[in-house]
């Protein structure tokens, strides 16, 4: 028996492709905002990927892959870190709402948005060394620097 093709026309293809391709791109945005979530707290808590993966019971490769959005993060791992560094699991999903769903994925917005991107790495480290700090005196002479430099 000889095999059917079949023609659609391209206006009945559109509306599903349409819906998928939106879809798609909804998805894609939220992924990678939850990947930049989940890195930022990595980062401010001084943790490495080899530690998340170890606290995940995973490779480093793997967690990597969760922070650039090129995996999707399962749920139970999601808890897993929630639970380990103290936070609602709504964390991951904070300002999702206010994400563009359109094909601009450049524009989504990181937990820390700054015009100044080669800086961003040194004010995670600045916020994780002052995570750590235990003296509220220390604290305190902190920000009064910061004020002070910054006027």
């Given at each position: ?9 391209p ?13 798609d ?6 992924n ?23 606290i995940?019971?995973?490779t480093?490769?793997?967690v ?8 999707k993060v399962?749920p ?5 870190l929630?639970?380990h560094?103290?936070?609602?699991i ?6 999702i709402?206010?994400?563009?769903t359109d094909?601009?994925?450049?524009a989504v ?9 080669g ?8 916020a994780?060394?002052?995570?750590r ?10 920000l009064?620097?910061l ?5």
């Open positions: 028996m000889k095999a059917r093709s079949f023609y659609l026309e206006d009945v293809l559109e509306p599903r492709q349409e819906r998928k391709a939106v879809r791109t909804a998805g894609k945005v939220i990678s905002h939850v990947a930049k979530q989940i890195k930022y707290l990595r980062v401010v808590n001084g943790k490495t990927q080899t530690e998340i993966g170890d995940l019971g995973m480093f490769q793997q990597a892959k969760y922070e650039k959005g090129v995996s399962p139970d791992k999601l808890w897993t929630s639970e560094f103290g936070v609602e709504a964390y991951f999903f904070d300002g709402d206010q994400l563009p094909t601009r994925l450049s917005p990181s937990p820390m948005t700054d015009e100044r991107t800086d961003r790495r040194l004010r995670l480290e600045l994780s060394a002052i995570q700090t235990q003296s509220t005196r220390m604290l305190r002479s902190l009064g620097l004020r002070v430099a910054c006027e």
